[in-house]
């Protein structure tokens, strides 16, 4: 509630002006009343219940904004603040439990998730209010929301699990009833009541969270992520918001109107995810979340380093921050922010969830109290920019911890690293082609430098798919780390054309190899329902990849930005050494004991027994027919596979996106110049491309692939078509398109999201679910030799095409493409969505 006061607090001349030191103790000492709650809460909420402690505090609330309304002395304040801070850890150690033991189990994730939802619509609330009232009109309307919840939460009944926990099962059948309105709770009933029972046969001490191995792995994951959501910055940055986007002043926005932007942002973001951790998944959310978090904060960074400590001018570039602190808002919140209270409340079981509960609050107001009383003493000393280096290493520290935890996710990293080595020569296609460039080239020269990471892939190809059943998956995926290092190095300290065109060869090599194994790999150590998911994560990381190399080197000079790529490597490499092999190799190599543990491990302790006789089964079966290269049109289903598969992989890359990609800074210079730069609008369809291609994931399995594949090609046609008719007119008619250029606007945002919805995205899961386990490694092989030979001719062809007929043409033709595709699909392609890979 002081953030929108904050420059008002310390700057004003007024009764209530205070040093920054003391506002910066004012802010963090709310915390302090935190750390004195968490642990009382705990008991009190297991000996009063979750509703009579929760209800208690709405008229402490309102006590405590009538003292702040009516005083103006600081020690006043600070006994409000850790009034506050000791409620704030009542919310947050017991609300989270109350809604988790209230909510049906197919929609705790949901709900739990809306604890974010509204924290954020606070949030909100606070910065449109104190934006437009004087501070004692502000206070007073805050007064309102404790009334409204004695009122409204006066009507809730107990939780069942407490009336269980209490011995006294008619009140828990009450109470349930009363929250599933009617509906049939026998079975529900039931399984609450021998839940807790079981719980509660040991006794509810503090040791229990430490007395077995599943609760002190359930102790340390909710810790990590508890740490990582509270040390990324999100929280400070929302209590200093308005200081710090006042250092780049009124550019374009106030930073009132900004700080209730960024509110509303919070509270759509939070409230659309939250419909998301039910379907795409705890563990991938966090991923996503994370990631997205490190490259933001890296870039809000850079901006500031280089407003405080250098003499570029970068106050015109200000929309780079706006939209990298839009990106952090959204990020944060589409995973970490939002899946910390439903992960607190859904590991613990039940006789020691209030006290889980308290430790977490704990160690959350701990973390938040160091970092909000650093935060400004940083700014002061050192710079706001180290504050946001500190959030980005502990948001890539925790992607290490997640990934150690997350079976599925390190496979991914590989996919982001050979999307930076796609497209990194993308922001640079208007400088090496002018005469005052980097490195000087002609156009020609240009375009086969780009597709030249076509032919690498080609050679690469085939290779990889026999070195995935000869070496293991793992091994050959591995490998791809240090080769991609070894170019970054490479082209970081050269100018020589021959040498990056062969860097360029080894780039496309490591992508080939990647674009062969990173699919079988992550399908095979998928489980069936979660698959499509995951496979469609493929494309949200080579959509980050992007994403960090338009944002980078907007801001970075080429070698700096170079060098920014190499970390990417790094980070793969040393986080990848600790997943295991693929349990459907090790099975093809005779090693049962090592299959058997390699799935034990992916599963986190989950029965595994019956999937490993299923996939032992499908591999003997596969492998009785031993693969050969004839194996892939040796009977009807091989070549149908053969054939669906290859026209999909045509499909994807024929309708025009990694052309857009490649050339995209030159296709938009070509064009009529709008509102948005070349270079904005090239970021900007960096993240639509990474916000899409993860919203899109969620759907594959829930919507299936062929009713997305058609959805997508149809909507791939329309866009090209659109963006067709814009540069047609623009380049050969005399027809003036400059008040009309958002035409191309709505037709490249379009396309982006059409092609991620599906194509793109299902490309890869498609690829490693259709050929079965003798063949997969082939069939991959000559999948991607197809897409690559399509990349070399689609990169290669654009900028010929471009300077002969024009922009316009290539775009009818992707267009022409997605729509004999889209006929394909609609005659042969069947639902593989739901299917373990024995069953498609």
């Known amino acids: ?104 189990p197919k929609r705790r994730g949901t709900l739990v998730g809306y604890f974010t939802v509204f924290w954020n619509l606070g949030i909100l609330y606070v910065y449109t209010l104190g934006n437009y009232l004087n501070f004692d009109h502000y206070i007073l309307t805050l007064t309102a929301l404790p009334l409204l919840f004695c009122v409204s939460f006066a009507l809730m009944p107990e939780s069942p699990y407490y ?22 709770i026998e079975v529900e009933y039931k399984q609450i009541e021998e839940a807790v029972r079981d719980d509660m046969k040991n006794s509810a001490n503090w040791t229990e969270l430490i007395a077995t ?30 200081e710090a986007l006042s250092k780049v002043g009124n550019n374009m926005f106030t930073p009132s109107e900004l700080s209730i932007f960024m509110g509303i942002v919070f509270a759509l973001t939070a409230f659309i995810s939250s419909f998301f951790s039910d379907s795409v998944g705890r563990k991938a959310m966090l991923l996503f979340s994370l990631a997205g978090c490190a490259v933001t904060n890296i870039i809000v960074a850079v901006y500031y380093y280089l407003l405080e400590h250098s003499r570029i001018d970068v106050l015109p570039y200000v929309w780079v921050l706006y939209l990298n602190l839009m990106g952090f808002c959204i990020f944060s919140n589409t995973g970490l922010v939002q899946l910390m209270p439903t992960i607190k409340s859904e590991y613990f079981p039940t006789h020691i969830r209030s006290k889980g509960s308290a430790i977490t609050s704990l160690t959350s107001a701990i973390c938040i109290f160091i970092q909000l009383r650093l935060y400004t003493s940083i700014n002061e000393s050192i710079g706001i920019y180290m504050n946001f280096i500190i959030f980005a290493v502990f948001a890539i520290i925790s992607i290490f911890l997640v990934v150690f935890y997350l079976t599925e996710s390190a496979g991914y990293l590989s ?35 780009t597709s030249t990471v076509g032919i690498g892939e080609v050679i690469s190809s085939l290779p990889s798919g026999i070195l995935a059943d000869r070496m293991g998956r793992k091994t050959v995926l591995l490998s791809v780390g240090p080769m991609c290092a070894i170019t970054w190095l490479i082209t970081a300290f050269t100018r020589n054309i021959v040498v990056l065109f062969i860097v360029r060869l080894i780039q496309g090599i490591a992508q080939g190899l990647v674009f062969t194994v990173a699919p079988i790999y992550i399908a095979e150590i998928s489980s069936p329902n979660r698959r499509g998911t995951l496979g469609g994560y493929f494309t949200v990381f080579w959509n980050l990849g992007l994403l960090y190399a338009y944002c980078t080197s907007y801001f970075l000079s080429y070698e700096h930005y170079i060098l920014s790529l190499t970390f990417l490597p790094l980070i793969y490499f040393v986080t990848y050494l600790f997943m295991p092999e693929s349990p459907y190799y090790l099975f093809m190599a005779k090693n049962k004991g090592k299959a058997m543990a390699s799935l034990a491990w992916l599963r986190h302790g989950e029965d595994i027994e019956e999937e490993c006789k299923k996939i032992e089964e499908t591999v003997e079966e596969d492998m009785s027919n031993w693969g050969n290269w004839e194996d892939l049109v040796a009977d009807k289903s091989d070549r149908r596979i053969l054939l669906i598969v290859l026209i999909i992989c045509v499909s994807r890359y024929l309708t025009g996106m990694d052309a857009f990609v490649a050339y995209s800074k030159d296709t938009f210079t070509r064009g009529t110049q709008g ?24 759907f594959s399995d829930t919507v299936g692939r062929r009713k ?29 398109m400059k008040s009309d250029v958002w035409i191309m606007y709505i037709g490249v945002v379009a396309l982006c999201i059409m092609s991620n919805v599906g194509l793109v995205q299902l490309m890869h899961t498609i690829k490693a679910e259709f050929f079965p386990s003798h063949t997969r490694g082939r069939g991959s092989a000559v999948t991607s030799l197809t897409a690559a030979l399509c990349t070399f001719l689609q990169l290669r062809l654009y900028t010929t095409i471009t300077d002969m007929y024009g922009v316009y043409l290539n775009f009818v033709i992707f267009a022409i493409f997605a729509i004999i595709s889209a006929m394909f699909v609609l005659n042969y392609v069947t639902e593989p969505a739901g299917k373990s890979l024995a069953e498609i």
């Open 163 to 184: 009336y269980f926990m209490i011995n006294e099962p008619a009140r828990a059948e009450s109470s349930l009833k009363w929250l599933r309105h009617g509906k049939d």
């Open 213 to 242: 191995r599943s609760n002190r792995r359930a102790l340390f994951i909710v810790q990590m992520v508890c740490i990582s959501r509270y040390m990324i910055g999100i929280i400070t940055f929302t209590v200093y918001a308005e």
């Open 708 to 736: 997305l594949l058609l959805f997508s090609l149809s909507g791939t046609a329309i866009s090209d078509l659109i963006i067709a008719v814009y540069y047609f007119l623009d380049e050969k008619t005399s027809v003036s």
């Open 675 to 698: 509102l948005i730069s070349p270079d904005q609008l090239s970021v900007m369809m960096g993240v639509v491309f990474a916000v899409t291609a993860f919203l899109a994931s969620s």
């Open 1 to 104: 509630w002081m953030a929108p006061y904050s420059i008002w607090l310390i700057k004003g001349n007024h009764e209530l002006q205070m040093t920054t030191s003391e506002f910066a103790w004012l802010t963090s000492i709310i915390e302090v009343g935190a750390i004195i709650g968490c642990i009382p809460s705990a008991y009190i909420a297991d000996r009063w219940g979750r509703k009579s402690l929760i209800l208690s505090s709405g008229p402490i609330y309102l006590a405590i904004w009538l003292l702040t309304a009516f005083t103006k002395n600081i020690i006043v304040f600070y006994i409000a603040r850790i009034l506050q801070g000791f409620l704030l850890a009542i919310a947050d150690c017991v609300c989270s439990v109350y809604v988790a033991e209230t909510s049906h």
């Open 415 to 449: 996919v982001l690293m050979v999307g930076t080595c796609f497209v990194w020569m993308a922001p640079y296609a208007t400088s090496f082609t002018s005469s005052n460039g980097e490195i000087h080239m002609s156009h020609s020269l240009f375009a086969w430098l």
